[in-house]
């Protein structure tokens, strides 16, 4: 059958028969969702750096900039490439470990598993920086095409010289070699808080790596590492901001040791984390090429700009040792951001990273997450699939102005080694994670598996702890406040932490008996919040389908052998219903009565009748749940 072809056929409009959508329309439509509430706190999201995120984008938000903007041209917001680099970008695998064969082997096992390039620890919880220590642990390795990154802080420069020594030995030639050395003496002094030799020497230790691998197209020299201040609590702008200070800072001692812009920015990589929040993880990304570019730009080497990697991890200070198994989605939506975004490799740390090594099956599932990514998503074979979002081009040009800014206030500072002598960086980054931290303790932000829908118990993991190596003490020859990295769920894990130790101790793990009131209906949506409030702390609740009336609550709480009880139902019946169970329980010999929910106008007559406190959303559970585990102690 042919399909009709003359011109004088009607064309018929997509949206015929449909009314106009306006934005009038649609605020008249919210207003009624939301009951007359006020649209710009219902509807208007911030970020941690007071970004404004719309309910809604539309072609009115369209950045006139990016709509000409092509993927491999300059500002290079939509990538350093102008067509997909095969599948997409590297598989990058984490090592760290003091056993040299246990890491080769795992090393072998990750390669053979679909792991395109590794990661090397050297120091304290990592590889010994001994004399044949990487030809053993790279056995095997074929390092013409596997790339190899070290991290190893202030012995960097030695460890170079091991790794290039090892290229020489297997008769790598220069052009084929491949792979990361990643001096970075700003972020070594920013997380340990000294160096060994004045900072002039080890900024010129590290820029005379530039000369050593200046005729290998395929090493980079320096790291700037934006992971670190992530990982101390900075927001996305401050993580941008010390990255771009960083590389100013590593490009003028460049320049004073005679290696212009030009040639030392292709020496120089970029490693930024990502997180569960993975539309900030693709902005982050692409608005860093757009800054890097601006620097490159303006030190009169824009074209060099294409050359810089970008490299992502995962974001360490998201994962929880508690239900660690929530760590995968975790890792999983930070891995996509990533790939959305552009990055050039990926480390997807394994989900039992925060409680000790690594084994093959957490490894398998770190690098199984980016492999399913590329090769079943195919989130790499389209160069930069966020671009022309009004959302993420609005996102992005947002992040980048405020990252702009912060870093002109680091310069302001003397730049990025004075600021971090004076502390400035630190107090800032302190400031923000605070912030942050109260909105987990609060309730406005989760953590599920650790503040939100916690499980108690075994939870199935066990993992050998990280070895403890204090590094070699030395007297610093410079000294500052260092970062103080922490991850988010640290406050509640402290708490668990102390509800393991004394049910081991005594036997008698923190419980609390609920009385629920009424029918299901009533008390579940109650009950089920304050049962998982508690097991954030690691005491647990004494559930049950509701009872009558005070009486029975009384009776069935003594039945249990319980020193505590939480009155929880719906306001409704604990308006007609709680005074009467506070005084029963209390007859019943509670020494402890709670009660779900705020208490509103009658909290004196509450009081009164015999509870002890009132646990709602939105106070600090951390301190709340702390002082809980006091008094049932």
């Not at 306006?22 to 008249?28: E, F, G, N, P, V």
């Not at 402290?494 to 793990?509: E, F, I």
């Not at 409030?533 to 249990?560: E, R, V």
């Not at 209390?586 to 009658?602: E, S, T, W």
């Given at each position: 059958?042919?399909?009709?072809t003359s011109s004088d056929a009607p064309v018929m409009p997509l949206a015929t028969g449909f009314t106009e959508a306006t934005r009038d329309a649609w605020l008249a439509l919210v207003d009624k969702a939301?009951?007359?509430?006020?649209?710009?706190?219902?509807?208007?999201?911030?970020?941690?750096?007071?970004?404004?995120?719309?309910?809604?984008?539309?072609?009115?938000?369209?950045?006139?900039?990016?709509?000409?903007?092509?993927?491999?041209?300059?500002?290079?917001?939509?990538?350093?490439?102008?067509?997909?680099?095969?599948?997409?970008?590297?598989?990058?695998?984490?090592?760290?470990?003091?056993?040299?064969?246990?890491?080769?082997?795992?090393?072998?096992?990750?390669?053979?598993?679909?792991?395109?390039?590794?990661?090397?620890?050297?120091?304290?919880?990592?590889?010994?920086?001994?004399?044949?220590?990487?030809?053993?642990?790279?056995?095997?390795?074929?390092?013409?095409?596997?790339?190899?990154?070290?991290?190893?802080?202030?012995?960097?420069?030695?460890?170079?010289?091991?790794?290039?020594?090892?290229?020489?030995?297997?008769?790598?030639?220069?052009?084929?070699?491949?792979?990361?050395?990643?001096?970075?003496?700003?972020?070594v002094l920013a997380t340990t808080g000294n160096l060994s030799t004045p900072l002039d020497a080890a900024l010129a230790e590290a820029i005379a790596l530039i000369g050593k691998t200046k005729d290998m197209?395929?090493?980079?020299?320096?790291?700037?590492?934006?992971?670190?201040?992530?990982?101390?609590?900075?927001?996305?702008?401050?993580?941008?901001?010390?990255?771009?200070?960083?590389?100013?800072?590593?490009?003028?001692?460049?320049?004073?040791?005679?290696?212009?812009?030009?040639?030392?920015?292709?020496?120089?990589?970029?490693?930024?984390?990502?997180?569960?929040?993975?539309?900030?993880?693709?902005?982050?990304?692409?608005?860093?090429?757009?800054?890097?570019?601006?620097?490159?730009?303006?030190?009169?080497?824009?074209?060099?700009?294409?050359?810089?990697?970008?490299?992502?991890?995962?974001?360490?200070?998201?994962?929880?040792?508690?239900?660690?198994?929530?760590?995968?989605?975790?890792?999983?939506?930070?891995?996509?951001?990533?790939?959305?975004?552009?990055?050039?490799?990926?480390?997807?740390?394994?989900?039992?990273?925060?409680?000790?090594?690594?084994?093959?099956?957490?490894?398998?599932?770190?690098?199984?997450?980016?492999?399913?990514?590329?090769?079943?998503?195919?989130?790499?074979?389209?160069?930069?699939?966020?671009?022309?979002?009004?959302?993420?081009?609005?996102?992005?040009?947002?992040?980048?102005?405020?990252?702009?800014?912060?870093?002109?206030?680091?310069?302001?500072?003397?730049?990025?080694?004075?600021?971090?002598?004076?502390?400035?960086?630190?107090?800032?980054?302190?400031?923000?994670?605070?912030?942050?931290?109260?909105?987990?303790?609060?309730?406005?932000?989760?953590?599920?598996?650790?503040?939100?829908?916690?499980?108690?118990?075994?939870?199935?993991?066990?993992?050998?702890?990280?070895?403890?190596?204090?590094?070699?003490?030395?007297?610093?020859?410079?000294?500052?406040?260092?970062?103080?990295?922490?991850?988010?769920?640290?406050?509640?894990?402290?708490?668990?932490?102390?509800?393991?130790?004394?049910?081991?101790?005594?036997?008698?793990?923190?419980?609390?008996?609920?009385?629920?009131?009424?029918?299901?209906?009533?008390?579940?949506?109650?009950?089920?919040?304050?049962?998982?409030?508690?097991?954030?702390?690691?005491?647990?609740?004494?559930?049950?389908?509701?009872?009558?009336?005070?009486?029975?609550?009384?009776?069935?709480?003594?039945?249990?052998?319980?020193?505590?009880?939480?009155?929880?139902?719906?306001?409704?019946?604990?308006?007609?219903?709680?005074?009467?169970?506070?005084?029963?329980?209390?007859?019943?010999?509670?020494?402890?009565?709670?009660?779900?929910?705020?208490?509103?106008?009658?909290?004196?007559?509450?009081?009164?009748?015999?509870?002890?406190?009132?646990?709602?959303?939105?106070?600090?559970?951390?301190?709340?749940?702390?002082?809980?585990?006091?008094?049932?102690?």
């Amino acid at each position: 059958m042919t399909a009709p072809t003359s011109s004088d056929a009607p064309v018929m409009p997509l949206a015929t028969g449909f009314t106009e959508a306006t934005r009038d329309a649609w605020l008249a439509l919210v207003d009624k969702a939301i009951k007359g509430a006020e649209f710009e706190k219902k509807m208007i999201g911030k970020t941690a750096d007071g970004l404004r995120i719309e309910p809604i984008y539309t072609p009115a938000d369209a950045l006139p900039h990016a709509a000409g903007s092509v993927p491999g041209a300059a500002p290079l917001t939509r990538g350093t490439h102008a067509t997909p680099n095969g599948l997409g970008w590297d598989i990058r695998q984490f090592h760290a470990g003091a056993d040299v064969k246990a890491i080769n082997t795992a090393i072998l096992e990750d390669l053979n598993g679909g792991t395109t390039s590794i990661t090397l620890l050297v120091g304290p919880s990592g590889l010994p920086l001994t004399d044949g220590v990487f030809s053993k642990a790279l056995d095997g390795v074929l390092l013409d095409i596997c790339p190899v990154s070290l991290l190893a802080g202030e012995k960097t420069a030695a460890a170079a010289d091991q790794l290039i020594a090892l290229w020489s030995a297997k008769g790598i030639a220069p052009a084929d070699r491949r792979g990361h050395l990643n001096a970075d003496p700003l972020g070594v002094l920013a997380t340990t808080g000294n160096l060994s030799t004045p900072l002039d020497a080890a900024l010129a230790e590290a820029i005379a790596l530039i000369g050593k691998t200046k005729d290998m197209p395929g090493v980079t020299a320096l790291l700037t590492d934006g992971n670190a201040y992530h990982c101390a609590g900075a927001t996305e702008a401050q993580e941008l901001a010390a990255t771009l200070a960083t590389l100013v800072a590593y490009l003028r001692a460049a320049d004073k040791a005679g290696i212009a812009p030009a040639d030392a920015l292709p020496k120089i990589a970029v490693n930024l984390a990502v997180d569960a929040d993975q539309f900030l993880g693709i902005a982050k990304l692409r608005a860093a090429r757009r800054l890097v570019w601006r620097i490159a730009e303006a030190s009169g080497a824009g074209d060099a700009a294409k050359s810089v990697r970008f490299d992502a991890v995962t974001s360490w200070r998201m994962l929880a040792k508690r239900d660690p198994w929530t760590n995968i989605i975790r890792t999983a939506i930070a891995c996509a951001g990533g790939a959305l975004g552009g990055a050039d490799s990926i480390t997807v740390l394994p989900f039992t990273y925060p409680l000790g090594e690594t084994d093959s099956f957490a490894r398998r599932v770190a690098r199984n997450i980016q492999i399913v990514c590329q090769e079943e998503s195919y989130l790499g074979r389209v160069v930069d699939p966020a671009g022309g979002s009004w959302y993420v081009e609005k996102l992005t040009d947002d992040l980048a102005q405020k990252a702009w800014s912060l870093f002109q206030d680091i310069e302001k500072h003397g730049g990025m080694a004075a600021a971090l002598q004076s502390g400035y960086v630190q107090a800032e980054i302190a400031k923000c994670a605070e912030t942050k931290a109260k909105a987990i303790a609060t309730g406005r932000a989760e953590l599920t598996g650790v503040s939100a829908f916690p499980i108690l118990g075994d939870d199935g993991i066990e993992t050998t702890p990280w070895p403890q190596n204090p590094p070699a003490k030395a007297t610093p020859a410079i000294t500052i406040t260092p970062l103080k990295m922490a991850r988010l769920a640290e406050p509640f894990e402290t708490l668990r932490d102390a509800a393991d130790a004394r049910a081991a101790k005594t036997g008698k793990p923190f419980a609390v008996f609920l009385a629920s009131l009424g029918q299901v209906v009533e008390h579940n949506v109650r009950s089920t919040w304050i049962k998982n409030y508690l097991a954030a702390g690691g005491i647990a609740a004494n559930m049950s389908d509701g009872y009558p009336n005070a009486d029975a609550a009384a009776s069935a709480f003594k039945a249990s052998g319980l020193d505590a009880a939480c009155i929880c139902s719906s306001d409704a019946v604990n308006a007609e219903h709680a005074e009467a169970t506070a005084k029963a329980l209390k007859a019943a010999g509670a020494k402890l009565v709670l009660m779900a929910g705020r208490p509103g106008d009658r909290e004196a007559a509450l009081k009164a009748a015999g509870v002890d406190q009132f646990l709602f959303a939105g106070a600090d559970a951390v301190a709340t749940l702390a002082d809980l585990q006091k008094k049932l102690s």
